[in-house]
Structures are given as C-alpha cells and as structure tokens.
C-alpha cells in the first residue's frame, strides 16, 4: 500500500523553500498546504502535531519536522 502524504508549508520561510526546490528538482509531486493561507491547513498541524512548524510532511497522518529529514525521508521513499 502506498503512503498518503501530505506536505504543510508557509508563505516566506527558506525551509519549505529548500524542501520544495528538492521536490521540483526531482519531479516529486506531493499535495502542499500553505499555513500562511488555510486557515484550516494551520489548524490541522497545530492538532495532529502540537504545534504550528514548517516545513511538516504529514505521512500517513503522521508528522515530520526539519526540512533536511524530510528531503533525506522523501530521497529514501518517494524520488
């Protein structure tokens, strides 16, 4: 079975830039949400992960933080 993803960013934080430029270069296409403009995006990382950071890659429900761990976790998985 293959993993749901998820990937939650916001507008202006070199992080998510660096973790997007990483799925642009690889061809990765993931569904991406942006805090910065869904107000229900926020609340839905604040809920699952305790907290409001980005980058986060929900996988399967299931937060990631840091953006070198996710471009190493999406190198591994998904390129």
């Known amino acids: 079975m293959d993993s749901v993803y998820e990937l939650f960013v916001l507008t202006?934080?070199?992080?998510?830039?660096?973790?997007?430029?990483?799925?642009?270069?690889?061809?990765?296409?993931?569904?991406?949400?942006n805090i910065s403009e869904d107000a229900e995006a926020r609340k839905t990382l604040e809920a699952v992960g305790g907290k409001v950071q980005c980058p986060?890659?929900?996988?399967?429900?299931?937060?990631?933080?840091?953006?070198?761990?996710?471009?190493?976790?999406?190198?591994a998985h998904v390129a």
């Open 12 to 33: 202006g934080c070199p992080y998510c830039a660096k973790v997007l430029t990483f799925m642009k270069d690889r061809g990765i296409e993931l569904p991406v949400r």
């Open 56 to 75: 986060c890659l929900f996988i399967d429900g299931k937060p990631l933080y840091e953006s070198d761990d996710i471009i190493a976790y999406l190198d």
